[in-house]
């Protein structure tokens, strides 16, 4: 298995991920690991306007750019991690998972993820 493979499955291997993917800032998938079900080509268009809003947030308030966003859903949570800046990526959680080992790994590995794309 190649590694981004490898990485993405580790990830999705965490309790309660639904869905994987990896998209390039423009908003065009680059890949998707996951069940069926999920329009993966129209999730990742709309990854980076929360993205783009949540650093402008940020910067608006003096925090600087956002590295991840967490959005509570009525059914799910997303997560967005920012991996560089040409890459972008989005983990989907059923709504009762606790997603703080994730928050972890997604920070401890960032670099690391980024490199595999």
Known sequence: ????????????????????????RDGLLITHTG??????ETVSAMVPGIAGAASALGRAAGQGDASTVVVRLD??????????AEVLLA???RGDAGFAPLLR????????LAGLV
């Open 105 to 112: 790994e997604l920070s401890r590995r960032r670099g690391e």
């Open 1 to 24: 298995m190649p590694p981004l493979e490898t990485a993405l499955a580790s990830l999705a291997a965490h309790p309660g991920v639904e869905h994987v993917l990896v998209l390039g």
């Open 75 to 84: 059914d799910g949570v997303a997560l967005v991690s920012v991996l560089s």
């Open 35 to 40: 069940g069926p079900g999920l329009d993966a």
């Open 91 to 93: 983990v989907l959680l």
